[in-house]
């Protein structure tokens, strides 16, 4: 769960969260960014070179590492004792700090409140059925005034089952409505030659922002 389900789509989510950055950060400083299933998404480094702080939570150790490596950044480890087995991987700088564990047993690590979320492939890469246990979770990690922008996928789910799953915009109101105002930014044409094989002739990005009540 986490990097795999973003082949052939990763380079679209960048360019569409650069074009929307300014309406995301609303020109914020030292604000605490939330990667949910992270993987080694370069824009952890660009939110943390502009000065705030990221927290990312990764299931693959291997991904976190990386990461890491791939952006030359020296690093710490750590066990979390509240989840065993699970580990916190910390930036020598201190801004970034990556959670390896299941995304559902974070919680108890405590690990506070953000004011953004950039959830570029965690909605669509969990199991249908867990999407409101996931919902209710990154609702919970929020702190007043937050905002909230989700990559989703549209296309044809009776031709491919995913991942990356289809969440129709129904779902998306059900799942975060009660809190949020929902906006759709942009949508986009993501279809690519390796998308053929998926059994699919059509895949358009759609990036949302939620703000808060």
Sequence with gaps: ?????????????????????????????????????????????????????????EISEL?????????????SEEQIMEIPGAKVFKSS???????????????????????????????VAINPGDRKRYADIMLSLTRTGFQYLLSVFSYDPTKHAGPPFYVP????RTLFGSVCNIHCLEKVDAFEEGHKSWGIDYIIEKLYLFIEK
């Design 63 to 75: 991904g976190i590492r990386e990461f890491f490596t791939e952006q030359n950044l020296s690093y």
């Design 169 to 172: 915009d129904a779902e998306i």
């Design 1 to 57: 769960m986490g990097s795999g389900s973003r082949v052939g789509t990763g380079n679209n989510e960048i360019r569409l969260l650069k074009k929307h950055l300014d309406t995301f950060l609303k020109g914020a400083k030292e604000l605490r960014v939330f990667f949910p299933l992270c993987g080694k998404a370069v824009e952890m480094k660009w939110f943390a070179d502009r000065g705030h702080s990221v927290v990312g939570v």
């Design 93 to 123: 700088s201190g801004n970034i700090s990556l959670y390896c564990c299941s995304l559902f047993d974070l919680p108890r690590a405590n690990i506070g409140k953000f004011d953004r979320i950039w959830d570029r492939g965690a909605l």
